[in-house]
């Protein structure tokens, strides 16, 4: 599996942007999907993940509320809905794909490029 994500760029504080991450291959709907996102000098840090059917989600408290995860699986494409977008969300996100949703950050099989999200106060 090949994951791309896009959709980054430059927001103002208080601004939305959602994020794709398309998958190469035929096994994308048997992943659970997670987005990852790492600021300057932070560690990786978890935000969402999404079982393989969409059934089950699950949040990072930094953005529960704030950010959507969801996925279409007949597009190969996993999506996060950013709104209410604050400057310390400023990082490059990544998408990734692992066999359980309650994978952490050491057990995904695959990751995406990531896509740089920037937000301006």
């Known amino acids: 599996v090949q994951l791309q994500a896009s959709g980054g760029g430059l927001v103002q504080a208080g601004g939305s942007l959602r994020l794709s991450c398309t998958a190469s291959g035929p096994t994308f709907r048997s992943y659970a999907m997670h987005w990852f996102r790492q600021a300057p000098g932070k560690e990786r840090e978890f935000l969402a993940a999404?079982?393989?059917?969409?059934?089950?989600?699950n949040y990072a408290d930094s953005v529960k509320g704030r950010f959507t995860i969801s996925r279409d699986n007949a597009k190969n494409t996993v999506y996060l809905q950013m709104n209410s977008l604050k400057p310390e969300d400023t990082a490059v996100y990544y998408c990734?794909?692992?066999?359980?949703?309650?994978?952490?950050?050491?057990?995904?099989?695959?990751w995406g490029k990531g896509t740089l999200v920037t937000v301006s106060s």
């Open positions: 999404i079982s393989w059917s969409g059934r089950f989600t």
């Open positions: 990734a794909a692992a066999q359980n949703i309650a994978a952490t950050m050491y057990g995904m099989d695959y």
